[in-house]
């Protein structure tokens, strides 16, 4: 599956979760699904959007 094309505001989002993984990562928390469902999040809505479906 193609990644979608995502808006400013949904790059600034991965960004801002990313940055608190690399964050939790540096504390030593290694296993972050919160963080990768997050983004998956993201990207499915915004594949939701180009495909024009609610």
């Not at 296993?31 to 990768?36: C, M, N, R």
Request: aromatic share 2%; hydrophobic share 35%.
């Amino acid at each position: 599956m193609s990644e979608p094309k995502l808006t400013a505001w949904e790059k600034a989002q991965i960004v801002r979760l990313e940055l608190r993984g690399i964050r939790r990562a540096a504390a030593g928390i290694e296993h972050q699904p919160d963080i990768d469902r997050g983004i998956d999040r993201i990207k499915n809505r915004a594949r939701k959007r180009a495909n024009g479906s609610k």
